[in-house]
């Protein structure tokens, strides 16, 4: 059962990569390395620099996620360490996917270190991850009222009463979050940990934070797209929630084809060279240099972490 638990994510994210490499051969078929190259070259700087202030509020965000997670267990760590840890957390599970070396196994080595037991660490990482679904429901809410025609685009049979029935009931869910915080349900108690209702003041920051990082990591998409067919920003939003949820969903690493083919059929008027370019940028902001500065950071900590328990060693050693 064991070999079936380690192989199952493996297999399940290559089987997303290749599902997602044959659609997209549908869809890019006869779109040529030069379109791509041209699309790349059309991007203005004024949108490769929007792109990356877009890139340094979703962080900022992120960061901002553990933060709360940390006051919720009460926890006082240095803003510095949070925000370090989490950038390297975030940019880490990313780009790997569902992998042994994941944002959590790098927040039980990095929190670990300021006092956290195993069993905080994980109640730290379930409230992150609470905090990313409810900006991502609250968000989609708010896109399926606003935009409720954008389900046609990947489900042309919805109509668009259920596209508004859907938002209602998603913000009646959330609303009913927010009372549980106030009334001070029970909580979720499970093998391993407990899960309380943060404080009121605590929901009502998520709620304000939590889509914060979502709106900017799509505006980092946004800034690149050409303006040619472009549907706004509110229906980019829609699309890039539907597409970032698909590849999280996949476990395949960074999403790798599964966000390209979702975002691609999510904009049938748009070129897809464009939208494939401006793919391209937010994969560079968002994922590839984010993750080269993580590994950093985790060689140096690690690094200093042996370097501690050395001079630990020897220090017992003296004494004896």
């Known amino acids: 059962m064991k070999l079936v638990r380690k192989f199952a994510w493996p297999v399940v994210g290559l089987t997303a990569i290749l599902f997602s490499v044959y659609g997209l051969y549908h869809e890019l078929h006869g779109l040529s390395a030069h379109d791509f190259v041209e699309s790349l070259k059309a991007v203005s700087l004024k949108g490769w620099m929007l792109s990356g202030c877009a890139t340094l509020a ?5 960061a901002a996620y553990d933060h709360l997670a940390l006051e919720h267990l009460g926890h006082r760590i240095s803003l510095w360490f949070i925000t370090i840890c989490s950038f ?29 037991s195993a069993g905080e660490t994980g109640v730290l990482v379930a409230f992150c991850s609470f905090t990313f679904l409810l900006g991502t429901l609250m968000l989609s809410a708010i896109v399926l009222l606003i935009e409720p025609e954008i389900t046609a685009r990947f489900a042309a049979f919805l109509p668009i009463g259920a596209s508004l029935s859907t938002g209602l009931v998603i913000l009646a869910l959330i609303t009913l979050y927010v009372v549980g915080s106030l009334v001070g349900f029970q909580p979720l108690k499970t093998r391993w940990f407990q899960l309380e209702y943060p404080k009121p003041s605590l929901a009502l920051r998520q709620l304000l934070i939590a889509p914060v990082e979502l709106i900017a990591a799509a505006a980092i998409i946004y800034f690149a797209l050409p303006e040619a067919g472009n549907p706004g920003y509110m229906v980019i939003l829609g699309v890039f929630l539907a597409s970032f949820s698909a590849a999280l969903l996949s476990h395949a690493p960074g999403g790798l084809g599964v966000l390209e083919l979702v975002f691609i059929a999510g904009l049938p008027e748009m070129d897809p060279a464009g939208v494939l370019a401006a ?42």
Request: no cysteine.
């Open 58 to 62: 979703a962080y900022a965000a992120l």
């Open 88 to 116: 390297t957390a975030y940019a880490l599970s990313h780009t790997v996917g569902a992998s042994v070396f994941s944002g959590a196994v790098v927040r039980y080595r990095a929190y670990g270190s300021k006092g956290l």
């Open 279 to 320: 793919l391209a940028i937010f994969r560079l902001f968002y994922l590839i240099v984010p993750f080269l500065f993580a590994l950093l950071v985790v060689i140096v900590f690690e690094h200093s972490q042996f370097l501690a328990g050395r001079q630990a060693g020897s220090g017992r050693k003296r004494d004896e």
